[in-house]
């Protein structure tokens, strides 16, 4: 089981930029996939961005040209570099690490989007 740790979340104005951070306990080398989704209040849980262990990436299409999503495999972290913000963007966002075992996931971290 991987432990994951969130950071980088707070309050922006619209157009403003936010860096997330997901620091794992151990090596991300190997894991197959890694990513972040978001919650809203009174929705569903969102997935917003992946990467796999071969630097492959995907996104949702309500953040595709604003948000990427990279890893640094020497520095067992993933990263969520969110560009361009939006009110619509305010959410809990949440890391997660895809194993052949496991689904594990971060405590969270909120983005608030607002003037």
């Known amino acids: 089981q991987v432990q994951l740790v969130e950071s980088g979340g707070g309050l922006v104005q619209p157009g403003g930029s936010l860096r997330l951070s997901c620091a794992a306990s151990g090596s991300i080398f190997n894991i197959p996939a890694m990513g972040w989704y978001r919650q809203a209040p009174g929705k569903q849980r969102e997935l917003v961005a992946t990467?796999?262990?071969?630097?492959?990436?995907s996104y949702a299409d309500s953040v595709k040209g604003r948000f990427t999503i990279s890893r640094d495999n020497a520095e067992n972290t993933v990263y969520l570099q969110m560009n361009t913000l939006k009110p619509e963007d305010t959410a809990v966002y949440y890391c997660?690490?895809?194993?052949?075992?496991?689904?594990?996931w971060g405590q969270g971290t909120q983005v608030t989007v607002s003037s």
């Open positions: 997660y690490a895809r194993t052949v075992a496991s689904m594990d």
């Open positions: 990467i796999t262990s071969g630097g492959s990436t």
